[in-house]
């Protein structure tokens, strides 16, 4: 099985901070997510990463940042945090075959106060 | 419009009933199609993947209208352990998914 590990499953930080979320996968996937997931809003896109060193903004990359400098290692960086960051943070991982879902870590979830 | 609806529910279903629920979206183009389960404070995970042909895992079944474009999830003889919120997904190509925010499943004894 597929494993995707975050580093943190619950953080709380004060605003202003420059917060670091890790996740890491073990199956020597090329595509890497980061998701941020509120109430009645589903699971938005922040970044992704189909490469080392390779970024694609998703849908809210505003004040966050990425770092691929390994392939089985994907960080989410957020610059300076803010109240409007809290949320469940869950990073995924996806070999490429089409009909194969992405598989997710635990999730971090992250307080900013 | 949002890119996938869902009705946020709560279902609630009584134990051994059946129980559907659809997702529509909006991009015609959509390549592939999926259903998540989603317990309370955990990661979603793969329940499974729709086929054009529709196909069934077990009690699920799943089904894609591509000419009305939604999918559907149906669960036969519901178990208490069904219990979770079930996340539509759809792939329009490349890379992303695209999410619906989730319908809300309890199954009461």
Known sequence: ????????????????????????????????????Q?????????YFSYDVKMKEKGDIPEGYSVSREKKERFSLILES????????????????????????????????? | RKEVEQDP????????????????????????????RQDCRKEPKLLMSVYSSGNEDGRFTAQLNRASQYISLLIRDSKLSDSATYLCVVKPGG???????????????
């Open chain 1, 1 to 36: 099985d597929v494993k995707v590990t975050q580093s943190s499953r619950y953080l709380v930080k004060r605003t202003g901070e420059k917060v670091f979320l890790e996740c890491v996968q073990d199956m020597d996937h090329e595509n890497m997510f980061w998701y941020r």
């Open chain 1, 38 to 46: 509120d109430p009645g809003l589903g699971l938005r896109l922040i």
């Open chain 1, 81 to 113: 945090a803010s109240t409007n960051q809290t949320s469940m943070y869950l990073c995924a991982s996806h070999g490429g075959a089409a009909l194969y879902g992405y598989t997710f870590g635990s999730g971090t979830r992250l307080t900013v106060v």
């Open chain 2, 9 to 36: 529910g709560p279902f609630n279903v009584p134990e051994g009933a059946t129980v559907a629920f659809n997702c529509t979206y909006s991009n015609s183009a959509s390549q592939s199609f999926f259903w998540y």
């Open chain 2, 95 to 109: 890379y992303q998914l695209i999410w619906g925010a989730g319908t809300k499943l309890i199954i009461k004894p």
